[in-house]
């Protein structure tokens, strides 16, 4: 599984990607630093339309240490009024 990370931890900066071409569109902040690499899986299409979001899960938050970093989805339920659900594979 490969992943994009768009927003590095400890950022205060959300980076926007064009999901499917990975072409940098602009910038936007954040209320609060990303605590985890957040970003996407690659060739993957969620019923939203864009790429299945993800962060990578580490012991301790700002790390990034590759292969064995744990990937959690995010499993969004907003269109029914419930919070996201993180599942954790890895």
Not at 21 to 28: H, I, P
Not at 40 to 61: E, Q
Not at 79 to 90: M, Q
Request: proline share 8%; aromatic share 10%; with cysteine.
């Amino acid at each position: 599984m490969k992943v994009f990370i768009q927003n590095e931890a400890g950022s205060s900066v959300k980076r926007c990607h064009n999901e499917k071409t990975l072409e940098f569109l602009r910038t936007a902040p954040v209320s609060r630093p990303y605590p985890f690499p957040y970003g996407f899986v690659l060739h993957t299409t969620a019923p939203d339309g864009w790429n299945v979001d993800c962060l990578i899960l580490t012991k301790r938050a700002g790390e990034f240490h590759g292969p064995e970093a744990a990937v959690a989805y995010l499993e969004s339920h907003r269109d029914r009024g419930l919070p996201a659900v993180v599942s954790r594979t890895g």
